[in-house]
């Protein structure tokens, strides 16, 4: 096995574009991320695309061939493949270029996510994400995603000692980082009235605890570490690449207030990389809803369960804290555009180490990690990246 | 949905219809065919289920997708049926009604249409025991 560094990372604004088609998304944040790397698109041997469900959203299925020719590469006939698992598609793409390089079967890979969500109406938005869960024994009887998470929102505070005001606190400080990136689909920083005054949507998660609707794409650039040099000076080493899966149905789990699939695959990941959460300086994790904050942080092992509400209250996930959570402003704030959430989430990283994170840089970041989830844990990418 | 992929369901809709392991006697619901605990050591069999069971966890839906925009507010939760297996089903009860640990019974009852014409879905939602 070869090791792998990103040369390059573009990134779309967040948001409701309606004057961007689903193909234009992708080109804008493909040539970014080239540009970045400096390499020109007829020495690309891979591509690699994240997508939850251009089929319902905008009716299009076969993303990889009209990614690829959209991207101006029809004539040179790369291999382009789709990858779907849900939430987790970008995390996916991202690990399938990787072992593509890993290997020695390609080498220089562009590993991308995206998503057109806003081209339907909200409730066909929630139907499609309802997809994301088992659609004949969750979705059938009334089950929304925010349902769901509702659900583990219930049990976790039913058995740990976590408040509103702490589990508002994770949209207060993601709202924070938000309004620190410039992609970030809010850029406003909130207060925990915000949140607590916002319409409940499934007790007890309100409007605010829920990550948005969102349009948007991001690309990486990956290439053999040996050959990194020829392309950038700032190559970011892939750690670990680690994923695993779970039941599909919440009510399987072993435990509903646990992602058993987060603790596998993040076990995975620090085994890889030899390293353990105190060496991690900032970590990007699935915040679709405020309590997958809290569950990621615990499940991922940088506290004991039970704590994260706590810790996040006292400011230790916050930018100044001792474990930077969502630098990015994360789901909640920055958006979550499906597909594209994964890569977006190297993509912070990325620009972090780098210390190219501007108003929202973790000062000498050397090890970030993040955390990409499909539907509520039945599948999770978990990636190591440093430099 | 098409007719043909509800239809094949009304046994576990309508009647609880679901598997047993007769090998280590572990019940599954939604029925399974193969049992990840035995797997090919296991012999799977129908079984019916009382659906009495437990409410381990519930939210109130107020926000839902197109088929449910109608009924909102509704009480959903996951229930622990007593031979073991865990459902997700909706609560025919007031949203301030549920509990964490509360009995709960089956109840026949519509759970959604295809517009105003179309395939009327029935199945299994369930009501306090007590």
Redo the contacts between chains.
Sequence with gaps: MRDVAVIGAGCTTFGEKWNTSFRNLFVEAGILALEDAGVAGEQIDGLYVGNMSAGRFVEQEHIGALIADYAGLASHHIPATRVEAACASGGLSFRQAVIAVASGMEDIVVAAGVEKMTDVASGASVDTLAGAADREWEGFVGATFPGLYAMIATDYMNRYPLTREQLAQVAVKNHFNGARNPIAQFQQEITLDTVLRSSLVADPLRLFDCSPITDGAAAVVLAPLDRAREFTDTPVKVLASAQASDTITLHDRRDISTLDATVAAGRRAFGLAGLSTADIDLVEVHDCFTIAEICAIEDLGFCRKGEAGRLTAEGVTALNGDIPVNTSGGLKACGHPVGATGIKQVFEVVQQLRGEAGRRQIDGAAIGMTHNVGGTGATVAVHILGV | MSVARFWR?IPQRYNLIGTTCTTCGRYFF?PRSFCPDCRRAGNVVDYKFSGKGTV??????????????Q?TP?V???VKLDEGP?????LVCA?DEVR?GMRVRPVFRK??ADGDSGVI?Y?T?YAPAE
Excluded: C, D
């Excluded at chain 2, 381990?56 to 925009?69: C, K, L, M, P, Y």
């Design positions: 369901k939604p381990i966890t519930h939210t109130v839906i107020r926000t839902a997708s197109e088929q449910f925009e009924m509704y959903l939760a996951i865990r459902i997700t089903a909706q949203p964490i759970i959604a879905y199945g939602k």
